[in-house]
């Protein structure tokens, strides 16, 4: 049954914070990237008309399993203010079996659907890609298509035949967000967090407990708690991807002049700034940086192109959420953030922010939206690459989940994009000393 409630090219350093968002807990992990869990959290999801979403779900099991899964829409309305929408629907899958669709345009049943092989040319014997072959096999439900320009999330909880939460454990998933760019499809994809469910999951029906200690051996609680701190490993914005300057695409030094580029050793003298152009010692000198890292804005603030740069964004979601009453959701479940971050001389800078049910920014969106370049996260003001940013839920609130992502450009102007998950660390339950108990609220079927 479905029902719709309306309300009001990667570098090393990337490849660190991949791995560091990879890591999870032992046995009695707080929340996990990699392992089966009983609710799955896609906190990014867009089908926009710049964007789209493959969400790919798998049964781990060899029994057939069920899901209620929730769509929440984030995108504003005629007043600018966020729909708030929430979509839900149901999926079922056969034993170990995988699933996908494309958030804009759903899946729907159809049984006569197929995939047929290229009978002829170099390709024969192998199915050429099309929409049929995308949504040929078995069907795990009918899954509503998303409106144009949805911004928002998905969340899917494991339940037995009648629709009762349960505990299985069964169910791992996957998003990739394309992203239409000069050259046809920018991709760039992230693990669904998953959340484990305890033999007593779902004893208090709809109202699912986030409250199992992540260092308890005994079963206290009927899903694992939420972390207690994210850690999210970055570039600083308006930075410079070493990879990009290695290649001569960055910024290059010139003698004061466009295009009259300085020479070393053959090679383009790579910069970041006007002063990396200086003999050393030099505080002032003629040369320049051409195609400086930049970031071009519209008057509402949104980034409409880049040049030279990195640029960091997180999205956030609150683990307390009621798909019930979404209204009630944002009142009661919103999270102020406390964000630390540290440069590579271990210099401290601090920030906060508010999470109400979904929050999408650039970093420098935060402390200096009009103008990056005098953010606290900005290269010219923290003066190192890499930054280390831990985000921190208020001592007396819920927890909150997320996903990062780098948007990277040359001096063209070209963009990539990357997603991650990052690292977390200990649980709000054990952290409040048992007081704060996240919890989500199913909507009737």
Known sequence: MRTVKWSALLSGFCGVAVALG???????????????????????????????????????????????????????????????????????????????????????????????????????????????????????????????GFTGELKCVEVDVSGNPMGGNHLKGEATVKTASGIGYDTAKYNAIGIVGTEIAGETGDELLLNQPSDSEDVVGQYNACPNQL??????????DPAVLSAGQGGTCTDGAPGQTQQVGGWSTPCQSDADCCEPGETMCESICENAPAVALDNEGSVLAMTSANLTELTLIPCSQNFEDPFTSIEENAVTVQMVTYNEFEQRTSFSTTVEC??????????????????????????????????????????VLGVAGIVRSDAEGTQARTLMNV???????????????????????
């Open 231 to 240: 850690i999210v490993n970055h570039f600083s914005e308006l930075s410079t």
């Open 358 to 399: 979904w929050k999408k920014f650039f970093m420098f969106q935060l402390d200096s939206p009009f103008n990056p370049e005098n953010s606290q996260f900005a290269y010219p003001v923290q003066g190192t690459l890499g930054l280390q940013t831990i985000l921190s839920p208020n001592p007396d609130e819920g927890g």
């Open 22 to 148: 990879g890591l999870t807990s032992s046995a009695h992990a707080i929340v996990t990237t990699e392992r089966g869990a009983s609710i799955l959290a896609f906190p990014k999801v867009l089908a926009t008309e710049a964007a789209d979403t493959i969400i790919q779900i798998a049964n781990t099991s060899n029994n057939m399993v069920h899901a209620r899964c929730f769509y929440v829409n984030a995108a504003p309305d005629s007043f600018g203010q966020p729909q708030w929408q929430v979509t839900d629907f149901n999926i079922w899958l056969t034993k170990q079996q995988p699933t996908s669709w494309t958030a804009s345009s759903g899946r729907f049943i159809n049984l006569t659907d197929n995939c047929e092989p290229v009978s002829s040319g170099p390709l024969v014997g192998l199915f050429e890609p099309s929409e049929d072959c995308a949504q040929a096999g078995l069907d795990p439900g009918a899954i509503p298509p998303l409106p144009e």
């Open 423 to 445: 690292h977390m660390v200990g649980d709000k339950f054990s952290t409040s000393g048992g007081e704060i108990v996240d919890r989500i609220i199913l909507s009737g079927q």
